[in-house]
């Protein structure tokens, strides 16, 4: 850990669309800092102009995503005591999507892709008018309701990482989360799986869990939430016994495994 | 050429600026109406404020005590705000509240549930009944997420990194606004029938601080440029529970959850310190034992645990502590959970808290106290607004949340918040969007006020003055930290706007490097121009920055404006005891004016 008062070299991305270099700011290290801390210090004192972007400061909007020492991570929540002294720490911007400025990038294509996905459609209410659901069958969609939109699960995976024209057939880690929680909670009824199978891409997922690795809220997406839904995928479109029973019943549907990881 | 054709140039019905839970709220129910709505916030969509919300949603669903209601949240919410509340608003705020939680659940939301399967709710300050719907520790997350993908379905355009720097009026009424795009430096033009403002506070004017940069006050600067009334500016309400240390952390909330859920103040001494802090207004309410404050959690028939006074309070007591020299070693005092729950209901019910704490401070909170200090958190104060439409005084301006005054009084209980949001951003979007179809004919753009707007923003381009703006909003900060924090002084009010008269100097002499792209050193510069530290300006104005000056104004001691020569609640007028009336809605000038009530009313659910 860098001690306090000793001198921090920063090794900072500024650039924009058309390309950019890593720039050096030597910045004095204080107690429990973070890397947003010495962002902001940059800012205030050598780089007004330093473009970034952040909110909470408490790890829970998920604004701060950049690549420091080439890891996504959220900024406000990544010490400079994780750091050996001594060495210059690189902060550079998430390279899955389109660089604006400095640090800042366009993340667009995350906020296209959720427009896809079909809405909440609870099912009818009990016969009292509420809506009765257990915790315990709420607890695994809680864990996918965890996600900040930080967005770093989307620039770890591979299959848009460095294949830009994967990404208008695959949406993301992100996005499977937020088709799981909602093919997982308890009251909707909307069916999303041919979107799943098709439009969404899951099958380019090979279940490298680099996103679960990333997940500053430590959501176990490949587990819980990717491979359910292949598990799914599977059961509806591609199991044998399945597309026997509905060839001999003439039956569309089937009642789908509970799945749970 | 007009503006129109120089400028990107929208039209629509109503615009909400703004996209926390009660501009999301508004734009939903704006567009529900026919209305076809904008949304345009200054940061990504998903990111404002409302995130950051913790503890719960205060709403009487009766989940958890049947003897709770409208009325008791009511009650508990005026005498929270010290009776300074606009009635009307409380009571529909505490009527409409349980709809709109159980409207959440309706698109998606996920709250944690009872033994029964429904919604499961927590105790929290001030509240006389375990009263907050909640998710964990992390409720704002799960409200904006749910209004923010029911929104996105519902053909709502939606202008994120766009900042409103502006309203246009035409003949007194709103006509637009306008405002730039924060990748671009470019200027947009929005025309629109109605506005609503849902921008939030002005927390960003603190040093230690629990908001975010947004919170630069620029509805409350923006509706008063066009005629709209301040109300309460001086009350500002300071969390008592922020972490201290390490310095850089210095501010974060820590939810009052952490007492809700039995955790306990303790000073240097290992004392339950609150014990002696419990004002006349609330005594007949709250324990006086340990015993007694302990078993209230399960038993709602003895009296509350002084722990969970309304934050006034307590953030007071924090501070009187600290200057006795009571306090924890880095200036605050304890908060302790670890010896009061098992770490499995700890990190069940508290998981930020313990991530927090764990990975920003190295403390483990299921073993070791937390170090906490008041930290600014909220602003009751703000547009005065018509209860049931939240229309301001300038026909076609809406505004709802915390922009918006008159709700929580001279403080706001933990958990109104969320539930303001819903219940009047509803409303606003609703009384928005009918204003809106009313209307014949888009009022004109004035080309003159939108080029005013240009010169002025690209003005801090030409400057040749040499000031950092990061240096003057940090003294700005400063200021505001060591002369109107909580307990204040009429001198050092007097000083904090000689100082800011200095500030408002300073600005005018700020220079902008670089260019208009993606550009936070200018973006600084152009709100702390909304800030109202504005050259030339009379520091009487009662906007952000300013607040000291009603605050001078001693018949309005209560609540979050402590003056430090005297005691709160020493005198009668400062805690007046009576169902407040008509009065409430007034301005303070005319309220002081308006004949008194003579009708000692007790407020319903009153112990007896």
């Known amino acids: ?261 | 050429m007009s503006v129109e054709d120089r400028f990107e140039t929208h039209e629509y019905d109503v615009i909400v600026v703004g996209a926390g839970g009660a501009g999301l709220r508004a734009a939903i129910e704006a567009s529900a109406q026919g209305a076809k709505t904008a949304l345009v916030c200054k940061s990504l969509l998903g990111k404002a404020h409302t995130v950051m919300a913790e503890g719960g949603i205060a709403a009487a669903l009766r989940n958890v005590w049947k003897e709770d209601g409208w009325d008791v949240h009511f009650r508990d919410t005026m005498r929270g705000g010290k009776l300074l509340n606009n009635w009307r608003m409380a009571q529909i705020h505490a009527q409409e509240a349980p709809d709109r939680v159980l409207e959440l659940e309706e698109w998606g939301a996920l709250f944690d549930r009872t033994k029964e399967g429904l919604i499961l709710q927590r105790d929290f300050g001030g509240h006389r009944y375990a009263r907050l719907a909640h998710v964990g520790d992390r409720t704002g997350l799960e409200m904006i997420r749910t209004l923010q993908q029911h929104a996105v379905h519902k053909g709502i355009d939606v202008y994120m990194e766009c900042t409103i720097q502006r309203l246009l009026t035409d003949d007194g009424r709103v006509s637009g606004a306008c405002g730039y795009w924060r990748e671009s430096g470019k200027l947009i033009l929005f025309k629109s029938r109605a506005v609503v403002l849902a921008t939030g506070g002005i927390g960003k004017i603190y040093q230690i601080t629990s908001n975010s940069w947004e919170y630069t006050g620029d509805g409350m600067a923006m509706g008063l440029d066009v005629g709209a009334d301040l109300i309460d500016m001086e009350m500002v309400q300071f969390h008592p529970t922020g972490m201290v240390w390490p310095p850089s952390v210095r501010g974060i909330l820590v939810t009052e959850g952490v007492r809700g859920d039995g955790g306990t103040l303790k000073n240097s001494e290992g004392r339950r310190f609150m014990f002696d802090y419990v004002p006349d207004f609330f005594r007949a309410e709250t324990a006086e034992t340990e015993e007694e404050a302990d078993a209230w959690y399960a038993d709602k028939t003895k009296r509350r645990t002084p722990d969970l006074l309304p934050r006034d309070e307590v953030a007071r007591a924090i501070n009187t502590e600290v200057k006795a020299g009571r306090g924890s070693p880095h200036g605050g005092v304890f908060l302790d959970i670890a010896s009061r729950r098992d770490p499995e209901y700890i990190r069940r019910r508290l998981p930020s808290m313990y991530q927090q704490f764990r990975e920003l401070a190295d403390v483990d909170i299921t073993k070791e106290a937390m170090e906490v200090g008041p930290t600014c958190h909220y602003q009751m104060g703000g547009l005065r607004v018509e209860a049931d439409t939240a229309a301001t005084t300038v026909p076609g301006l809406f505004a709802a949340g915390e922009v918006a005054a008159g709700l929580h009084g001279a403080n706001r209980l933990g958990g109104n918040s969320l539930s303001d949001l819903v219940v009047f951003g509803r409303r606003a979007g609703l009384h928005a969007a009918e204003y809106a179809l009313a209307q014949s004919v888009v009022p004109a753009v004035d080309d003159g006020q939108v080029k005013a707007t240009t010169s002025a923003m690209l003005a801090p381009f030409e400057t040749v003055g040499g000031q950092n703006p990061y240096t003057l909003h940090a003294d700005l900060e400063a200021c505001m930290q060591n002369l109107v924090g909580i307990i204040r002084t009429e001198s050092e009010l007097e000083q904090a706007l000689d100082e800011i008269g200095q500030l408002r100097e300073r600005l005018a002499r700020v220079s902008v490097q670089g260019n208009r792209q993606y550009n936070p050193g200018w973006h600084l510069t152009l709100d702390l121009h909304c800030a109202r530290i504005r050259p030339g300006e009379s520091p009487v104005q009662p906007g952000l920055a300013t607040h000291p000056r009603p605050a001078l104004d001693a018949d309005r001691r209560r609540g979050c404006h402590s003056l430090g020569d005297r005691a709160q609640g020493e005198s009668r007028r400062a805690h007046p005891r009576r169902l407040p009336g008509p009065r409430s809605c007034l301005r303070p000038r005319e309220r002081r004016d308006a004949p008194r009530r003579r009708r000692d009313a007790r407020l319903p659910g009153a112990p007896a």
């Open chain 1, 1 to 261: 850990m860098p001690e306090s008062g000793a001198q921090v070299t920063m090794r900072v991305w500024r650039g924009d669309a058309d390309g950019g270099t890593f720039e050096d700011y030597q910045i004095p290290a204080a107690e429990g800092m973070v890397v947003l801390d010495v962002i902001h210090r940059i800012q205030a004192t050598q780089a007004p102009d330093l473009a970034v972007r952040w909110n909470c400061k408490a790890g829970r909007c998920g604004s701060c995503s950049a690549e420091v020492n080439g890891k996504p991570r959220l900024m406000c929540m990544t010490r400079m005591n994780h750091f050996a002294p001594g060495e210059p720490i690189t902060v550079a911007p998430l390279r899955t999507f389109p660089p604006i400025k400095d640090l800042v990038t366009d993340l667009s294509y995350n906020y296209q892709k959720a427009k896809s996905v079909p809405a909440f459609k609870p099912g009818p209410k009990e016969a009292d008018g509420t809506r009765r659901m257990y915790q315990e069958d709420v607890d695994r969609v809680q864990e996918f309701h965890k996600c900040i939109e930080c967005f770093l699960c989307q620039t770890v995976c591979h299959v848009i990482r460095d294949h830009e024209e994967n990404k208008p057939a695959f949406a993301g880690p992100r996005l499977f989360v937020r088709l799981a929680a909602l093919e997982m909670h308890p009251l909707d009824t909307n069916d999303r799986l041919g979107l799943i199978n098709q439009q969404s891409g899951l099958g380019y997922c090979n279940i490298t869990k680099c996103c679960t690795d990333v997940c500053p809220e430590s959501i176990k997406i490949t587990d819980n939430a990717i491979i359910p839904l292949k598990e799914r995928v599977v059961t509806e479109f591609h199991d044998p016994v399945v597309w026997a029973w509905r060839k001999l019943t003439g039956r569309k549907k089937v009642e789908l495994p509970v799945t749970s990881g």
